[in-house]
Nanobody, 122 residues
């Protein structure tokens, strides 16, 4: 499995911002959709946002208007800009990729990185 490497997590107070990065160079060819998943221990994995190879962009309702996904095509880096963070955004965030699923199916993407922790305090 080719590697996905996340960075940029950390601790922030509610209302603050963080930007996550993911080296997704191994998945930028061959028609892969890329996105972000988050998970809290004991809870189901949640699809946060994704850019589909078909050109669509998906955001979970819980992050619309606060989070923005983007990519640097030259550097093959995927970003997640998170603004107005809330304590309920605290989770392990994973960069994810899938060749066959649509952006809205990001929670089921087949390939994931090791994750980066985001902690938001009230």
């Amino acid at each position: 499995q080719a590697q996905l490497m996340e960075s940029g997590g950390g601790s922030v107070q509610a209302g603050g911002s963080l930007r996550l990065s993911c080296d997704a160079s191994a998945y930028r060819y061959g028609g892969y959709s890329l996105g972000w998943i988050r998970q809290v221990p004991g809870k189901e994995r949640e699809g946060v946002t994704a850019i589909g190879d078909e050109g669509t962009t998906y955001y979970a309702d819980s992050v619309k208007g606060r989070f923005t996904i983007s990519e640097d095509n030259a550097k093959k880096i995927l970003y997640l800009q998170m603004n107005d963070l809330k304590p309920e955004d605290s989770a392990m965030y994973y960069c994810a990729a899938d060749k066959w699923r649509l952006a809205k199916e990001v929670a089921k993407f087949n390939y994931r990185g090791q994750g980066t922790q985001v902690t938001v305090s009230s």
